[in-house]
Structure formats: structure tokens, C-alpha cells
């Protein structure tokens, strides 16, 4: 297992590796039900180096190098878990380092499994949720959970060395070891001083106290000293000077590539394809059939890609074609339809008889994910073993799949998650393991599988479309009296529980006996003070994969929530952000994020002709109020120039990560505002390239300002946070600029006039 070490610090990781199944590890990777509830660290040690549990390791030279269990998808959890441990060690960051953590059911993320998987284990008490991640060692990076989850865990690690050290640096001297601290790197007490490393090995003997003492809470020089500093990221340099190593950078002896091509969604089958043509290619090595994809193995990818279209793979059409036209009836036919409650408050019923209603209808498309790295995967598979290179969020049910797709046991699988670059979800999904592990098995050699730009686009588990049907009703003050959103969307929470936890017997269990899908509307039931509303989810088959998606279903239900409040104001003839401030007395920090917001953005009410627009949004314990100036170019192209958002996220550890989390966040939000959506034909997507999604170029990026709210807040979500009130805040925006509401996604693919 390599190690990212400090020895160097203008030199960042080579490669992160996570060892699954095999060596240290195997005696805990056997059947679930029957593991214990007890379980030990299987950290491996370097030259040199002490355990410390499960997150840490001294080396005699004073280096620290801290497990991460999480996927490093460009959030900064390589910086940021080090950061908390070190905090608590009183360690110097010019001595740290991190390396991926082995699979351990202590890694297991309830938190993010809870969140993914809310349509099954959502209804389920804490202690279960917890005990079934980890027995099934969910090791999950989802949901804006990693810190949220962890780092509580993390400060007691660092807490439990620091306390362990200073006990064997105090028996040397004869003290008290509560009167002894440290700091970069060394136990202090009075003018005597002793290293980190030169305690290590002695210092793993010594005992915890039943408590341990946080360094905040102990006296011990104050607040903590790396929370809320801005750190340098450990995985930067390596990234600058290209010396990092992505799964497409996987190098084997006697390697060779492959490509594949799938048919179209629904289950379609492998038909033909002609051979003779793809053998007359240069470098063309074999060819991979399953029933539902045809793979070419080259000695380099082009050839393989060459191959495939040579060949003209010919696929069998589904019996029910996915178009476009057939997602807006589906759509429509749901909306018209019965739906499930999902929440409610107060009587709806009463709130609405007799009253004159505001309604209106809103839409958003298929969207898709479009990271930079596309699906890849090196498979190796020698000695009656597998071993798999590839970036993923949740390495142990890839290694399930890839060992359920050749029919071995898990044991015999290992999986090295590599750096991913770009992901928002997507890399939760494990097919082109499987795929890779079936070529691998069968031509006998290491293959890297890489798919297309235009393969990982049409069959991507997108973001479904869903439309909305928002209902409401105001009271003699204009305030929102009765609140109603049907909300039409795929079961998506049940479908990729389905698909990512296949043979999970607790989940499908869960799935059998409970209905509606909670995440399928995640963040529509309204942070304002309404006394009566409700949220009913109306239940589409749409006829595509839908999978998890950077904010998933907030990313549209802010969109429906936020664009309403708007018209709501309209009609009531009061300003914006009044409006809103009205019913936000039970929420003071979203409140205060929109009054930071509209004084840092110098609204001005939101005036016909202003281009200005506000929305807000609460997710995952954090905050968000986002102003947009926006207006349309005269080819009608929408033309965002400024984004400002205020943000409450809780105890910030690393200021420079939360911001840009939350500027990537923006960007992104901006993108599924204007485009990164596809339309479907004969059930393809119509989208082959990432100049096809529409997206915001640097020319085309906004003059962005974020600002972070003090808290003492416990950690709140950042990753996703910025997402959803973006496409709001730029519609709102858009209607006092040209007096038009926008209610479709991506904007300007339909307009309804007011």
C-alpha cells in the first residue's frame, strides 16, 4: 500500500492505493452475518512507522501519515481529514501525509448509506442504519457526508495519540502527563522537549483515559490551532506537475486496451457484428461478446475504438423506445395521476376551499454528469485473483459486482480506487468494473477499459426529468397560507438502492414493504413558515437509468420551490427577499444568509429591468442564500455576469476548501441552469460530446462572490450545497430583466409568458 509522505513537500502522491480483499485484510471480509461487533485496525505500517488505531501512523522520523477512507474526487477529503487529526495531535503540517485507508467496517459511512439508500433504510432506527453499514462495509464517499460523519472519529484519534505520546514523554521525565502539551511535533513540558517519533513505539503501550481530552476543551493553549486555517491541500502539487496518477495512467506488463460499445437503454441485446473488418486494424487483438455489449482489445485504445465502429455493432430495439415526447407524457400522465404523500403539515383541505389559488407548472430535463475522466478500469486477473484499478465512491460494491460478474468470491478481489477526476455521483456505479473484469478473464491478459466520451454520455445513470404541478394560496397579509407541489420523477432512491445494493437482503426487504420514494423529492417540503402544505410524489417511469447526481432531487425542487416564492411575491405585491424574510422566523440562518447576500449583492428589490434574482436553499445541515444578475443576449442566449451567495455551513475546519466547494457548486449549478441536459431518440441519448451539453465556458463564468457566515454550528454539507438555488436565483433573475417567468430546465427550453 503506497503512502503519500512529507519528505517531500513540493512533491504530492504518486497514487493513492485502497487494498480490498487479500493480505491484511481477508480474516475480515467474510460473510456479514456473521462478523463481530467488535472491530480491530488493519492499518499496514511502512519502515518505521507505529499504529496508531485505525486513522494514524508516526514514523521514527516524526512524519505523520493519516488513513482516509473516502474517495479523493477533487473535494479536498485528503486535505481536510489530515487537518483534523493534526489539529488535535498538535501536529506540524509540513510533516503530514495521507494514504487510502484498507476496507474496514470501521470505515463504514452510515451516514452517506442513509442518505443514498433513503428509500430503503431510510425509515430504519439510527442504531440499525449503523449497524448494517457496517457489517456490510458500506465504505461510501456521497451526500457531503465526509466530514459531517468522520469528524468526530478523526479528533478523537488525534486526541487519543496526543494523549499517549504526552504519557510516554511524562514517564521519561517523571510528570504528570496532564501537564505536559505538544506542538509541531513534539511533546512539550516547561523547557524539556521530545519528538514524536522517538516516543511512538513506546507510547502505543500506554493506556487512554475513559474520556479523552479535546485540545479546545482542555486548556491547552486556547482554540484549536489548524481549524478554520487554509491549509496548502497535500494532493496539489502532485496534480500541478502531473505526477499523479489517474486510472487511466495505469501501466501492467503485457497490458493492452479495450473499448466497448452497449445498445440502447432497456435491456437491449447484442444482435451481430462483423469481425472481419476490425481484424484488418492495426494492432487489433481480440474481440469480447456478452448478450448485451461487444467489447475490442487492442494494443492501444484508438485501435480498439477503430475496431468497434468497423465492426457496426448491431443491437435489438426495446419494445418500449424511450423518445423525448414519450418522458413529457409520462411525465404528464403521473402529474394527472395519484401521488404518494410524502409530507404535510396543518389541513391543506380547509386551507384551499373557497380561497382563490395561484398555480403554475414547472419542468426540468435529463441531466447528466460529464466529469472529465470518463468510466475506467484496469483489470488484472492471474493466479486465481482479480485485481481492479479504478476511481470509485464506493470500492466494496464494486468489488462485489466485479466478483458477481465472473462468479468468484470477494476474497479473491482487490480493488486499488484510484485519484478521480470529476465524478458528481457517478462513480458510485460499477459496470465498467464488471465489464473490465470479464475481458481480463477472458483474453487472459491486463486490459484497460476505457469508455467513449459518447459511451459514458448515453449510457450514463443520469439525473432523472421531472416536472411539478406548485399550488398556492395567499391570506389577506400576503403571506403563503396553503402549500401544494406535485412533483412527477422516477422512483430514482429505490432504483439505485436496487442496483448498487443487488443482494442486499435488509434493503430489498425494506423496499418490499414500505412505498414512495422520499428522495425522489428530497428538499421540496418548504423551509418557510406555511401552515399547511403538502408533498406528494407522483411516481413516473420515464424509461432511463437514473442514478445519484451532485444535490440529486434538491437540484430540481429548489428550482420548483424557489421559482414559486417568486410568482407568490409577484402576486402579492410584495418585494423578494420581504417576502421571504416573512416566513423565516423559525429559520434565522437561512434568514441571515439572505439579508448577508442582498447587502453584499446590493439588491435592489428585484425591480422590473434590474436582472437581479434571489433563492435560497438549507441541505445537509447547511445554509445557502445565492443573488444572480442575469439578463438574455440579443441571440436570446441567458447571459449570467455576477453570482453572489452567503453561506451558513457550521465550525468551517478549512475556509479556502468551503469556498471552493461552494464556487465549484455555483459553476455547476450555473451549467444545469443552461444546459447539461440531453433529449432522447429511439432510446439514445442525443448528446455524444461535451461540446454538445451546452456548458458555461470560461468566457461565459460569472464574477463570483462567496461569503462564509461565523458559526458554532456543528459541520454542515458543502459539496453539494451551491447546486440548487443557482438555477432559481438566475430564473428569478431573468423575469425582471425581460418580464418573462422561465419555468423549464434547462432555461429557455420552453417559456411560458406571464
Known amino acids: 500500500m503506497e503512502s503519500v509522505k512529507p519528505s517531500n513537500p513540493r512533491k504530492g502522491p504518486s497514487r493513492r492505493t485502497l487494498l480490498i480483499g487479500g493480505g491484511a485484510a481477508a480474516g475480515l471480509l467474510v460473510a456479514w452475518a456473521v462478523w463481530p461487533r467488535t472491530y480491530l485496525a488493519n492499518l499496514t505500517p511502512g519502515e518505521g ?332 486477473w492471474s493466479g486465481g485473483r482479480l485485481s481492479l484499478w479504478l476511481p470509485t465512491q464506493a470500492p466494496g460494491l464494486a468489488r462485489a459486482a466485479a466478483a458477481r460478474a465472473i462468479g ?100 430489498a426487504a425494506t423496499l418490499a414493504v414500505t412505498g414512495g420514494d422520499p428522495s425522489a423529492v428530497a428538499g421540496a417540503e418548504p423551509a418557510y413558515a406555511i401552515p399547511n402544505y403538502a408533498i406528494d410524489h407522483h411516481e413516473a417511469d420515464i424509461g432511463v437509468p437514473s442514478g445519484h447526481w451532485r444535490s440529486d432531487a434538491h437540484s430540481y425542487t429548489a428550482f420548483f420551490t424557489e421559482s414559486f416564492i417568486d410568482e407568490l411575491a409577484h402576486v402579492a405585491g410584495i418585494e423578494a427577499l420581504s417576502f421571504r424574510m416573512a416566513m423565516l422566523g423559525n429559520e434565522p440562518r437561512l434568514a441571515r444568509c439572505l439579508q448577508v447576500v442582498t447587502q453584499l449583492g446590493a439588491w435592489s428589490g428585484g425591480e422590473p429591468g434590474s436582472g437581479q434574482g434571489i433563492a435560497c436553499h438549507a441541505m445537509r445541515g447547511s445554509y445557502i442564500a445565492v443573488l444572480a444578475e442575469a439578463g438574455l443576449t440579443p441571440k436570446r442566449e441567458v447571459k449570467v455576469t455576477r453570482l453572489v451567495a452567503a453561506v451558513d455551513c457550521g465550525r468551517v475546519i478549512n475556509p479556502d476548501m468551503v469556498k471552493q466547494q461552494i464556487e465549484g457548486g455555483l459553476i455547476f449549478g450555473l451549467a444545469a441552469a443552461v444546459g447539461a441536459s440531453t433529449d432522447f431518440t429511439e432510446s439514445m441519448a442525443d448528446v455524444r460530446s461535451i461540446a454538445d451539453l451546452s456548458l458555461p465556458t470560461l468566457a461565459d463564468c460569472p464574477d463570483i462572490t462567496v461569503e462564509l457566515i461565523h458559526s458554532e454550528s456543528d459541520t454542515g454539507g458543502v459539496g453539494e450545497l451551491a447546486v440548487p438555488p443557482v438555477a432559481p436565483a438566475i430564473a428569478n433573475a431573468l423575469q425582471s430583466a425581460t418580464g418573462t417567468r422561465f419555468r423549464a430546465l434547462p432555461l429557455l427550453s420552453d417559456v411560458d409568458s406571464e
Open 49 to 380: 512507522e507505529t499504529i496508531f488505531g485505525a486513522w494514524l501512523k508516526v514514523g521514527t522520523d516524526g512524519h505523520i501519515v493519516v488513513a482516509v477512507p473516502q474517495a479523493e474526487l477533487g473535494q479536498g477529503v485528503f486535505t481536510v481529514f489530515p487537518q483534523i487529526v493534526a489539529d488535535e495531535l498538535g501536529a506540524d503540517w509540513r510533516s503530514v501525509g495521507v494514504e487510502a485507508a484498507p476496507l474496514n467496517p470501521l470505515y463504514a459511512n452510515p451516514l452517506a448509506a442513509a442518505t443514498l439508500f433513503e428509500a430503503a433504510l431510510g425509515g430504519l432506527p439510527g442504531n440499525l442504519q449503523r449497524e448494517h453499514a457496517m457489517r456490510s462495509a458500506l465504505v461510501l464517499t456521497a451526500g457531503s457526508s465526509s466530514i459531517r460523519y468522520f469528524e468526530e472519529a478523526l479528533r478523537q484519534a488525534g486526541a487519543a495519540a496526543r494523549v499517549m505520546l504526552c504519557k510516554a514523554a511524562a514517564r521519561r521525565w517523571g510528570v504528570d502527563w496532564q501537564a505536559c502539551g505538544t506542538a509541531a511535533n513534539q511533546v512539550i513540558h516547561g523547557n524539556q522537549k521530545l519528538g514524536f517519533g522517538e516516543l511512538a513505539a513506546a507510547a502505543v503501550d500506554e493506556t487512554l483515559p475513559s474520556e479523552l481530552p479535546l485540545r479546545g476543551e482542555a486548556g491547552e493553549g486556547g482554540p484549536a490551532r489548524l481549524y478554520g486555517q487554509g491549509v496548502p491541500r497535500l494532493d496539489a502539487p502532485s496534480k500541478v506537475d502531473g505526477s499523479v496518477n489517474f486510472a487511466a495512467d495505469v501501466r501492467l506488463a503485457d497490458m493492452v486496451y479495450a473499448s466497448v460499445r452497449q445498445g440502447p437503454i432497456g435491456g437491449s441485446e447484442l444482435l451481430s457484428a462483423d469481425e472481419g473488418p476490425a481484424n484488418r486494424i492495426p494492432g487489433m487483438r481480440a474481440v469480447v461478446r456478452t448478450g448485451s455489449w461487444i467489447a475490442a482489445v487492442a494494443d492501444n485504445w484508438w485501435a480498439a475504438e477503430r475496431a468497434l465502429d468497423a465492426m457496426k455493432p448491431r443491437f435489438k430495439a426495446p419494445d418500449k423506445p424511450v423518445n423525448s415526447d414519450t418522458i413529457d407524457s409520462t411525465l404528464n400522465d403521473a402529474l394527472a395521476g395519484d401521488g404518494a404523500r410524502i409530507a404535510s403539515a396543518g389541513d391543506l383541505s380547509a386551507a384551499f376551499r373557497g380561497a382563490q389559488v395561484v398555480s403554475a407548472d414547472y419542468r426540468v430535463g435529463v441531466a447528466v454528469h460529464a466529469p472529465i475522466e470518463t468510466m475506467t478500469c484496469t483489470a488484472n
Open 408 to 507: 468468484v468470491s470477494e476474497d479473491s478481489v482487490t480493488v486499488h480506487p484510484m485519484m478521480a477526476g470529476g465524478s458528481f455521483g457517478a462513480k458510485l456505479e460499477h459496470r465498467v468494473a464488471e465489464q473490465a473484469a470479464v475481458i481480463a478473464l477472458k483474453i487472459g491478459h491486463p486490459v484497460q477499459l476505457t469508455w467513449s466520451r459518447a459511451e459514458d454520455i448515453r449510457h450514463d445513470c443520469f439525473r432523472p426529468a421531472a416536472a411539478a404541478r406548485l399550488t398556492g394560496r395567499l391570506d389577506a397579509k400576503g403571506q403563503v397560507a396553503g402549500w401544494l407541489a406535485k412533483i412527477a420523477a422516477p422512483a430514482s432512491g429505490r432504483e439505485l438502492t436496487r442496483r448498487l445494493l443487488a443482494g442486499d437482503t435488509l434493503a
